[in-house]
């Protein structure tokens, strides 16, 4: 853990310096004493999950780190992997995804070749200003915004968990007057009308060519 993760991060400064992985899992025995929570300080592929009665039921990403994920994406494909959920947050928070894909389903083409996301519903001014980590472009007010996307993506794994078999992307829309108060605006291909809370896109995803 870092200083810049500190803004958008359910870990704060008493774990400074410490793997990320080791301290939510100490964090989570407390919180919840009554299940098993194991740390692995390994980056994917180096940490492979199990395979067969040993496979999860379902991976989830939260890295939003373009060459795992697209190793991620491509077990999937090659069914390595069950079901697997990437999600993310755009800029400053006012969007967030969560993609949920079966091995029939294809991730990757929503995605360039580079890692961009070719479904982003938010567009920035560009700057030359140096940022700290990405937590640089998430503020002010990140973590109640963060906390709305977590919450999107903990609701669809939780359905998908209790039997809800359906690949999906959803795409959540922020504070429309946040938005622009913040310098940003939406994608000519986002139907957001000026003034709008909030709300939730439910989005296919591409299935896998044969």
Not at 42 to 55: E, F, L, S, T
Not at 103 to 108: A, I, Q, V
Not at 139 to 161: D, K, M, S, W, Y
């Amino acid at each position: 853990l870092e200083v810049p993760n500190l803004g958008r991060h359910v870990l704060g400064v008493q774990d400074l310096g410490r793997y990320k992985a080791t301290a939510l899992a100490e964090q989570l025995r407390g919180q919840l004493p009554h299940i098993n929570v194991d740390a692995i300080n390994k980056n994917y592929p180096h940490a492979r999950p199990g395979i067969g009665v040993d496979a999860p039921d379902l991976i989830v990403s939260a890295t939003a780190n373009w060459p795992a994920e697209l190793r991620l994406m491509n077990a999937l494909t090659r069914a390595e992997h069950a079901w697997v959920q990437l999600t993310w947050a755009e800029p400053h928070a006012v969007a967030g995804h969560s993609v949920l894909a079966d091995s029939k389903s294809d991730p990757r083409a929503l995605f360039s070749d580079e890692g961009r996301f070719l479904r982003e519903t938010t567009k920035w001014p560009t700057t030359s200003r140096a940022l700290p980590g990405c937590a640089g472009t998430h503020q002010p007010g990140t973590f109640n915004r963060l906390q709305r996307i977590a919450g999107l993506a903990v609701e669809q794994a939780i359905a998908h968990l209790l039997g809800r078999q359906q690949p999906e992307h959803l795409a959540w829309l922020g504070d429309d007057v946040t938005l622009q108060r913040l310098g940003g605006s939406w994608r000519n291909n986002v139907v957001a009308p000026r003034g709008i809370r909030e709300r939730t896109l439910s989005l296919h995803i591409p299935v896998r060519a044969p």
